[in-house]
């Protein structure tokens, strides 16, 4: 039987659920289809830390934050700082909770476009299951946008590296020794992480110099989302060189630091970090021990190599947003969809956010604190919508 509903949210990450939540709020008939967190619980490591506070809560009315959350147990931002990913999850639980967010945990098999047919969205869950829609929202986060860099993967055996997302169990890293590629925030938890849990040596190799053991300061970014709300557009129209100005002290904020209470974790025997160096063959020898050749001449033998590669937007790569009406009548620039003020995409109706909204929003919108903003732009457009089609009925 097919479903009906005004709108769809594919994806329950943060930006779907805090879309989910003003949708309930405003009274929108809507679903939401995705696991719950999914990304966050399967592809990130137990004992990580956020980078970000307690303030960076999911609810687009202010009710249900961080900080009303952790009263409720009796604890205070100072119980909680640095945020666990175990605190977060338990936090978007009960955020999902409050709002009363049960998603369809079936993934999206195809998304059809209205045409000269249908007036609606046309979904198609794995299951078989099928939801029309007025309004589509994709809010489906990072797990399709794995950056591993063609020129590094053909260097590497295969079989013998994972991308950080996908090695997030180290409890078969015991006695092995490591190889990390990267030198942010990620590739020195991760290493942190993989000592702690019993690999016999780390090795962290970046080109670049290693960034500096400093807090972060994100005060100054909740203001500039918040900036989106009453004027959505302000970012896009900076000039070039204030818009780049922005991206980089974002840039800057979040890979020439890295927290500070990482370092006593990653300073320790046991863990090596080569900066101003880079991987430039890796050969696996009968015995199956990898020997890694550093561009200084260094030779590592180790075991397995960790991409700290990060993530870079192909929105093609999004599987149902890859083939038919929708990748033709799809916009897309650099790889990113060409989003408006709203971040409604080239086809009426369809909105995307979270990372794919970065090129026309900025770097915020690949962190938790716009998914707030989103929700109330995007759902004010599509109320909007709503309003001029009664209008002319």
């Known amino acids: 039987m097919r479903r ?7 994806g329950a990450g943060p930006f779907g659920l805090a879309q989910a939540a003003y949708a309930h709020d405003a009274g929108i008939d809507y679903r939401i289809v995705g696991s719950p967190m999914q990304f ?25 934050t961080i900080e009303r959350f952790m009263a409720a147990q009796g604890l205070t931002r100072r119980d909680v700082e640095p945020l666990s990913l ?3 999850l338990a936090y978007a639980r009960w955020f999902q909770e409050q709002h009363h967010i049960e998603p369809i945990p079936t993934p999206v098999d195809e998304l059809e476009p209205p045409d000269e047919h249908r007036d609606r969205f046309l979904v198609t869950l794995e299951d078989g299951q099928s939801i029309a829609a007025e309004h589509v929202v994709v809010a489906v986060g990072f797990g399709y946008f794995r950056h591993c860099p063609p020129e590094l993967i053909a260097l590497l055996p295969p079989g013998r590296f994972a991308h950080t997302c996908d090695l997030v169990d180290f409890s078969a890293h015991v006695a092995t020794r490591c190889l990390i590629i990267g030198g942010r925030q990620s590739a020195f938890e991760w290493a942190a992480l993989l000592r702690e849990a019993g690999a016999e040596t780390v090795h962290v190799v970046h080109r670049h110099d290693s960034p500096a053991f400093a807090a972060a300061d994100w005060t100054w970014v909740t203001p500039l989302v918040e900036k989106l709300l009453v004027d959505p557009g302000w970012y896009r129209r900076l000039p070039a060189e204030e818009r780049q100005a922005v991206d980089h002290r974002f840039w800057a904020e979040g890979r020439l630091k890295i927290e500070p209470w990482l370092e006593a974790r990653v300073r320790r025997s046991g ?5 101003r160096a880079q991987v430039v063959a890796c050969v696996e020898r009968p015995d199956g021990e990898l020997d890694a050749t550093l561009d200084n001449g260094q030779t590592l033998a180790i075991d397995q190599v960790v991409l700290a590669t990060g993530y870079k937007v192909q929105i093609h790569q999004v599987p149902f947003l890859g083939h038919g009406a929708i990748r033709e009548r799809l916009r897309t620039r650099n790889g990113y969809p060409v989003l408006d003020e709203h971040l409604q995409t080239s086809i009426p109706g369809l909105f995307i956010t979270s990372m794919p909204a970065t090129q026309d929003f900025g770097a915020f919108f690949a962190f938790t604190v716009s998914a707030r903003a989103s929700a109330a732009l995007i759902g004010e457009a599509i109320q909007e919508r709503a309003r001029a089609a009664h209008a002319t009925s």
Do not use: A, F, N
């Open 271 to 275: 863990i090596d970090v080569w900066p």
């Open 40 to 64: 966050w619980r399967q592809h990130m490591p137990k004992g990580m830390y956020l980078r970000s506070g307690t303030d960076w809560h999911l609810d687009p009315s202010g009710d249900c």
């Open 4 to 10: 009906q509903t005004s709108l769809l949210i594919i």
């Open 86 to 88: 175990e605190c977060y």
